[in-house]
Nanobody, 121 residues
Framework: QVRLVESGGGSVQPGGSLRLSCEAS????????MGWFRQAPGKARERVAT??????GTYYLDKVYARFTISQVTNTLYLTMNDLKPEDTATYYC????????????????WGQGTQVTVAS
């Protein structure tokens, strides 16, 4: 089992910034891919960003590209969010899986509890 604990959500005004963190523990190792998904009320879940293991690169949702940056230091995943927009308001979930394809299919095995991000004036 892998445990994921997120932190860093909150409320900001449009144009503001936040950084989300996600610490992995348990059976996690550096072969796992990790990523962020989000879901707003009444909307479909979106894959926001993925950090592929073994230096295989990153993925970003088009609408967050150049505003969000995903990074990882040992067992902690980060999502640095700049120029936040009201449409970024959602619950953000950290995810992990040894099978990286699950990031693309939207069904990674391990999920954090979620952290709320609210962007409003």
């Amino acid at each position: 089992q892998v445990r994921l604990v997120e932190s860093g959500g909150g409320s900001v005004q449009p144009g503001g910034s936040l950084r989300l963190s996600c610490e992995a523990s348990g059976d996690y190792d550096n072969t796992y891919c990790m990523g962020w998904f989000r879901q707003a009320p009444g909307k479909a879940r979106e894959r926001v960003a993925t950090f592929y293991s073994r230096g295989s690169g990153t993925y970003y949702l088009d609408k967050v590209y150049a505003r969000f940056t995903i990074s990882q230091v040992t067992n902690t995943l980060y999502l640095t969010m700049n120029d936040l927009k009201p449409e970024d308001t959602a619950t953000y979930y950290c995810t992990a899986d040894a099978k990286c394809i699950t990031m693309r299919t939207g069904i990674p095995t391990y999920w954090g509890q979620g952290t709320q991000v609210t962007v409003a004036s």
